[in-house]
């Protein structure tokens, strides 16, 4: 009986295929199967699992590939001679984050901090080339260890920075040789962060921090983040911190808190809205983040107001002087004056104040806002609400007739409810559905990827193999999430990482459900770089992300070069689509030095999954 990659090759060449053809493809198939054989970062495992419909299952050793892969060698391989292979950026863009250009934006003339803002329309890319790390660049630790120590010379922060960064800092940092070490969760009582957080919980009239989901308040974003302290303290707290900064040349703090794992992004609103959907965040916290709140006449407030969800909190600390004697409560006041006359015009009320902290709170009533004494700010027309992709700030208050205006304190579960996915369109069975294909393809890809991840991955000195829950992925980015479900299927199976969800701005905008569930998520053309910097993210995933890209303005190229910028060395890419998308994919992954195989996932449908690697270059 002749075997199945012979049929195949007949149908392919004929029924007699002259005896030279044959020769040639014993040659080659062997040639595969050697090479294959001998690279054991290639070498899947197989896994066996009870089939479900569109769920990928069944797969097989690459091995046994060898007849698929020789029937596509030839025109992958002409396709690679064709085509450079991309060289190395410059030193000078180690900590490359395109889109912010002060220099360029200061000559278009940008100013009123406008020049440190995102602006994507002066971004004219060079000839490409791929993003290199820094000489003295290692591999972050893993998870939990990577939150407490990082290594110096993957961050933008220079010892003598460390040393003149204040007196706060450096109880919050030690420096020891390459090593920047935050302190320990014992470290922190200390530092008052424990302390700070409770403190926060009280105000608002809970026992302590460990009742901030009894309160609603399962997501928080973190403007000014500094070192990612209370963002690390929140995540053990099961809560979901999001640091937004500004972006900055050095020192950066969004830089610095993706290193130790925690979720961030750079992060502006002086002239436009943050690509968040209104009614998005239960908390926003800002200590010493140096904004003057009541400037532009309150855009920014507002901008805060149409982010936080009714009943929300807004946490304001700025301890950035303390004048001794009486004046001290008298300068405080005059600081938070501004703010208080203009939080009661959007109905807002001041919950607590406590030393330099104050806490604002969002009206949960929606009919508030008819009954205000001054109809300024006015109520945005009900067709404002677009998708805020880096839209102008708004002079007018959103989403007061949004179906989602639901108080965070009457979320009684942690999972939506029939009504709220009602609010947003989906159906509960389709829901359902989506949860079960995800837990099935997360099970399936972490199958594929653990032998390479704990086992024939080459050990560097001094490593030990890693046992959970410790492992080489924690920064993860699902680039097409949808609704979320393999953030979701993490979170079943869990697994030490957090995703960013981003919704493609001209997919079906899902983030106002994904942001719901209480993940981390935003709106993204993947047609301009992210904004993120270098290096910041382990494990990749893009589910018909490329023939979404297919009908934009931009090639697969460009969104390969820009995902091998945010990835780190050694990091891990998972693309599933069709086989036609796959096919080039595979094609131009080669061009940026990336390990990749296709694997078919036998289930009948016209899906290839190709799994990537990038690899560590040091030059």
Not at 68 to 83: G, H, I, N, P, W
Not at 167 to 186: C, G, P, V, W, Y
Not at 456 to 477: Q, S, Y
Not at 544 to 549: G, N, R, Y
């Amino acid at each position: 009986m002749r075997s199945p990659w012979l049929n195949k090759l007949s149908v392919t060449l004929g029924p007699r295929p002259p005896a030279s053809w044959l020769l040639l493809c014993l040659v080659c198939v062997l040639a595969v199967i050697a090479i294959l054989g001998s690279t054991s970062s290639i070498a899947f495992d197989s896994v066996t699992i009870t089939p479900v419909p569109n769920i990928y299952s069944n797969y097989r050793r690459l091995k046994e590939q060898a007849a698929v892969d020789y029937l596509e060698l030839r025109s992958f391989s002409v396709s690679a001679t064709r085509q450079q292979v991309l060289g190395l950026c410059g030193k000078e863009r180690e900590h490359f984050v395109p889109c912010y250009n002060v220099t360029s934006n200061t000559l278009a003339g940008f100013k009123d901090g406008e020049e440190f803002d995102r602006h994507c329309e002066m971004f004219r890319p060079r000839e490409r080339c791929l993003v290199r790390p820094p000489k003295d660049y290692k591999i972050p630790l893993r998870w939990p260890a990577g939150r407490d120590v990082i290594w110096s010379g993957n961050v933008r922060l220079s010892r003598d920075q460390f040393l003149s960064s204040g007196s706060m800092t450096k109880r919050l940092m030690l420096l020891e040789e390459n090593q920047i070490a935050f302190h320990s969760e014992d470290g922190l009582i200390f530092d008052g962060v424990k302390d700070y957080s409770r403190q926060v919980a009280e105000m608002i009239g809970l026992g302590s921090d460990a009742e901030f989901h009894q309160a609603g308040v399962r997501t928080v974003l973190d403007i000014g983040c500094g070192f990612g302290s209370l963002g690390a303290h929140l995540v053990s707290r099961k809560v979901m911190p999001i640091c937004i900064a500004a972006y900055e040349a050095t020192g950066s703090q969004v830089q610095l808190a993706l290193e130790r794992g925690l979720p961030a992004m750079i992060g502006n609103f002086i002239s436009r809205q943050l690509p968040y959907p209104s009614l998005s965040f239960d908390m926003v916290h800002c200590t010493q983040c140096s904004i003057i709140w009541d400037d532009k006449d309150g855009m920014f407030l507002i901008e805060m107001d149409r982010i936080l969800k009714p009943g929300g909190y807004f946490v304001l600390t700025s301890p950035a002087s303390k004048p001794s004697g009486s004046s001290s409560r008298t300068k405080k006041r005059s600081m938070v004056a501004p703010i208080e006359e203009f939080t009661e015009k959007i109905c807002w009320s001041l919950m607590a104040q406590q030393d330099e902290t104050f806490i604002w709170q969002k009206t949960a009533d929606v009919n508030c806002y008819k009954s205000r004494k001054s109809a300024s700010p006015p109520i945005c027309n009900e067709g404002n609400d677009i998708p805020p992709y880096y839209q102008p700030l708004m002079s007018c208050i959103s989403g007061t007739t949004s179906q989602r205006w639901i108080p965070i304190q009457n979320r009684s579960t942690e999972q939506l409810s029939s009504y709220e996915l009602q609010v947003h369109g989906v159906q509960q069975d389709d829901f359902s559905e989506d949860s079960q294909v995800w837990r099935s393809a997360l099970r399936n890809y972490w199958s594929l990827l653990t032998p390479l991840i704990f086992s024939d991955h080459p050990k560097r000195p001094g490593d030990e193999d890693p046992l959970p829950p410790f492992n080489m992925l924690r920064n993860v980015m699902d680039m097409n999430a949808h609704y979320g479900g393999l953030n979701a299927a993490f979170l079943d199976e869990k697994k030490s990482v957090w995703v960013m969800n981003v919704v493609p701005v001209r997919a079906r905008n899902t983030l106002p459900l994904i942001i719901n569930r209480g993940f981390a998520g935003v709106l993204h053309d993947w047609c301009e770089p992210f904004p993120t910097y270098p290096r910041t993210y382990d494990f990749l995933h893009g589910y018909a992300l490329l023939s979404h890209l297919s009908s934009e303005r931009c090639g697969m190229m460009d969104v390969l070069v820009e995902m091998d910028r945010i990835l780190r060395p050694e990091g891990w890419v998972v693309l599933s689509d069709s086989v036609a998308a796959i096919d080039m994919a595979r094609a131009l992954a080669a061009q940026i030095h990336w390990e990749a195989r296709v694997v078919d996932p036998q289930n009948g449908s016209d899906q290839r999954i190709l799994v990537c690697q990038k690899p560590f270059v040091k030059k």
